[in-house]
């Protein structure tokens, strides 16, 4: 089924550096949910495409850490943080730290809402340090831009008919 | 946009007055005087945070007019919204990946995870 669900939403705060992105799946919360835990399943879809992410540790459970890699080349990017809270199918509180900044971290809730029709809103909150590293983190993606986000949905799309 | 004249936006846009006089700028025009009436704060020092956004090229102030009102510069609007829109499509194409991990997942596991993650095995030591 190629149903398309809405969009992903991004939402700026103008009083708080803080980035939210909603983004509405048909799926339940518990699949959902069970896609951001387990590791196996993480490493499907989280990584940009012309990366290979691998997981070093992923414990995700209330007091637990994560660390994971992505590669390209000989060239590697590494990110980790703790689990604050977990509770299964509702919430995910954790910290977020890209190696190449160490000092840098974002404390980040995701938020898993059951819909009607066996449906979830996800609803992701970053908050980071500063506006100046909010901007630079938003600006970060115009090194990539379109190109490699297109093809990845094309083959997506060709695989699912 | 050249990466030092990044650099000075991301510096101007640093400061939370500032980016919420860039917020009311776009949606017109206004004078320091303006500008200054929702902060605690002295018209002079509004005039200092306009002169850094001025520096930075993300507001313009007419030369003529007796008031020399602020004027947003729509390319650096553009230059931020397009951030934004960019970010947005990197997280979109991620959470289409997630899409169809979703579908080719089977329904009857989610039992599974509904369960208490206590009484579930850990993956390693399924058999």
């Known amino acids: 089924m190629t149903t398309i669900t809405h969009e992903t939403?991004?939402?700026?705060?103008?009083?708080?550096?803080?980035?939210?992105?909603?983004?509405e799946f048909d799926a339940p919360p518990a699949k959902v949910f069970r896609a951001h835990t387990d590791?196996?399943?993480l490493a499907q879809w989280l990584g940009p495409r012309d990366l290979e992410m691998t997981i070093d540790y992923f414990d995700c459970r209330t007091g637990g850490a994560y660390r994971y890699l992505h590669r390209r080349g000989e060239d590697e990017f590494g990110f980790h943080g703790s689990f604050h809270e977990v509770r299964p199918n509702e919430v995910i509180v954790q910290t977020f730290t890209f190696e190449g900044v160490p000092d840098g971290v974002a404390l980040e809730r995701a938020q898993f809402d059951a819909l009607a029709d066996g449906r979830t809103r996800l609803t992701v909150t970053s908050l980071v340090g500063s506006f100046e590293e909010r901007a630079a983190i938003l600006a970060s993606g115009m090194e990539r831009g379109v190109r490699e986000g297109y093809e990845k949905l094309d083959q997506l799309l060709q695989t699912q008919r | 946009?050249?990466?030092?004249?990044l650099s000075r936006v991301f510096a101007a846009l640093s400061d939370p007055i500032r980016l919420d006089m860039v917020a009311r700028l776009a949606d017109g025009d206004a004078t320091v005087k303006e500008l200054a009436?929702?902060?605690?704060?002295?018209?002079?020092?509004?005039?200092k945070h306009l002169r850094v956004l001025e520096g930075a090229g993300v507001v313009s102030r007419s030369r003529d007019a007796q008031r020399r009102p602020a004027h947003l510069e729509a390319q650096v609007f553009d230059v931020m919204t397009g951030w934004i829109e960019r970010?947005?499509?990197?997280?979109?194409?991620?959470?289409?990946?997630?899409?169809?991990?979703?579908?080719?997942?089977?329904?009857d596991e989610e039992q599974a995870v509904a369960a208490p993650a206590?009484?579930?095995?850990?993956?390693e030591e399924t058999p």
């Open chain 2, 87 to 107: 970010y947005r499509r990197q997280a979109e194409d991620r959470y289409r990946r997630l899409d169809s991990l979703l579908r080719s997942m089977p329904d």
């Open chain 2, 118 to 123: 206590a009484d579930r095995p850990r993956k």
């Open chain 2, 1 to 5: 946009m050249p990466a030092d004249a």
């Open chain 1, 39 to 41: 590791p196996h399943l």
């Open chain 2, 37 to 47: 009436e929702p902060y605690d704060v002295t018209v002079q020092a509004v005039s």
């Open chain 1, 9 to 23: 939403e991004i939402t700026a705060d103008d009083k708080v550096p803080v980035i939210r992105i909603t983004r």
